[in-house]
């Protein structure tokens, strides 16, 4: 499973980007999918995850202002981010898993930058 991801970029506090994930490989349908960042001097932690059955989980900080989505006809899983902060300024990483099969693939990072 290759993943793609795109959509970072600077934005202002208080805006907004959307992220996508693109997978090819592999069967889409299956895969839970995760954004993980990673900011300067920090460890990778979760963001937001998605089951195969469409159930969303996020961390407490981005609870109310980042939405998870995925389309598996299009095989690409969403971050959309609101009233982002500084503090959310992160190398931003795509995952897919299937864990009891052993599969958990990364995708390449999208930068995204909050300020002003």
């Known amino acids: 499973v290759q993943l793609q991801a795109s959509g970072g970029g600077l934005v202002q506090p208080g805006g907004s980007l959307r992220l996508s994930c693109e997978a090819s490989?592999?069967?889409?349908?299956?895969?839970?999918m995760g954004w993980h960042r990673q900011a300067p001097g920090k460890q990778r932690e979760l963001v937001a995850a998605i089951s195969s059955g469409f159930e969303p989980h996020y961390e407490d900080s981005v609870k109310g202002r980042f939405i998870i989505s995925r389309d598996n006809a299009e095989k690409t899983v969403y971050l959309e981010m609101n009233s982002l902060k500084p503090e959310d300024t992160a190398v931003y990483y795509c995952n897919a898993e299937r864990a009891n099969h052993g599969m958990n693939y990364w995708g390449k990072g999208t930068l995204v930058t909050v300020s002003s």
């Open positions: 490989g592999g069967d889409f349908r299956f895969f839970a």
